[in-house]
């Protein structure tokens, strides 16, 4: 998967925006504003960060060892799995889809219900 895939992947998810913070080196993507993935555009290769339940993120890091410890997304505690390089389209889809479920669980069913989730 590719940036632009991934990009797309990532945007087709119900509720989701795109954002560039930190100028046009990284791409954020928000579900009801809460952020489930960062995707660095280094011109190499793809880096990205994405939330993670703490159980499955090490199981992760145990069975791939592309698979690190993520940088925090902003000053709470997240936990999450950061790459760099290629991960198989299903297993990056899977990781993707994780980090967005997670999030959308943890936001109260009130707003959850104005965004349309």
């Known amino acids: 998967m590719n ?13 989701v925006t795109e954002e560039f913070p930190f100028g046009e080196e990284t791409m954020v993507f928000k579900v009801a504003g809460k952020i489930f993935a960062l995707c660095g555009l280094d011109e190499t290769e793809m880096q990205v960060n994405l939330k993670c339940e703490p159980d ?22 997240w936990n999450t799995v950061f790459f760099q390089g290629n991960l198989s389209d299903q297993l990056l889809r899977e990781l993707i889809d994780h980090s967005y479920q997670q999030v959308v669980q943890s936001i109260p069913k009130k707003k959850r219900k104005e965004s349309g989730l």
Do not use: Q, T
């Not at 940036?3 to 509720?15: I, N, S």
């Not at 499955?56 to 505690?77: C, D, F, Q, T, V």
């Open 3 to 15: 940036v632009e895939e991934f990009r797309d992947y990532c945007l087709h998810k119900m509720a």
């Open 56 to 77: 499955y993120a090490e199981w992760l890091r145990e069975k791939h060892s592309e698979i690190r410890p993520g940088k925090h997304m902003n000053k709470k505690h």
